[in-house]
């Protein structure tokens, strides 16, 4: 089965960079998506980014021109570089993959409709 490991996150000051890693075991199939989302207190889950197997990527407004997603096929991981941080990205961020995906990039960083999910990694920014 699938299994996903988050890694990275820590504590930063504002304007400053985080790369956030995801590592999958168990994920061997040539059509996926992948993303990343965040949720912080008192708040519901929302959309960071997400990248497809054809390499299609979709952006939360508030993360794009800051924020990258990228993977690494070699290494079964997934990144989310974090450039510029605000005290608005203090969140927990989940990594999640979809191994039968059924709609575009776009419709999945809204949607969020992912069959794996890691334990997440706690991002702080702080002013």
């Known amino acids: 089965q699938v299994q996903l490991v988050e890694s990275g996150g820590g504590s930063v000051k504002s304007g400053g960079s985080l790369r956030l890693s995801c590592a999958a075991s168990g994920f061997t199939y040539s059509s996926y998506c992948l993303g990343w989302f965040r949720q912080a207190p008192g708040k519901e889950r929302e959309g960071v980014a997400v990248?497809?197997?054809?390499?299609?990527?979709a952006y939360a407004d508030s993360a794009k021109d800051r924020f990258t997603i990228s993977q690494d096929n070699a290494k079964n991981t997934l990144y989310l570089q974090m450039n510029s941080l605000k005290p608005e990205d203090t969140a927990m961020y989940y990594c999640?993959?979809?191994?039968?995906?059924?709609?575009?990039?776009?419709?999945?960083?809204?949607?969020?409709?992912?069959?794996?999910w890691g334990q997440g990694t706690q991002v702080t920014v702080s002013s």
């Open positions: 990248i497809d197997s054809d390499g299609s990527t």
């Open positions: 999640a993959a979809e191994d039968y995906p059924r709609w575009g990039v776009n419709m999945y960083l809204r949607l969020a409709d992912f069959g794996y």
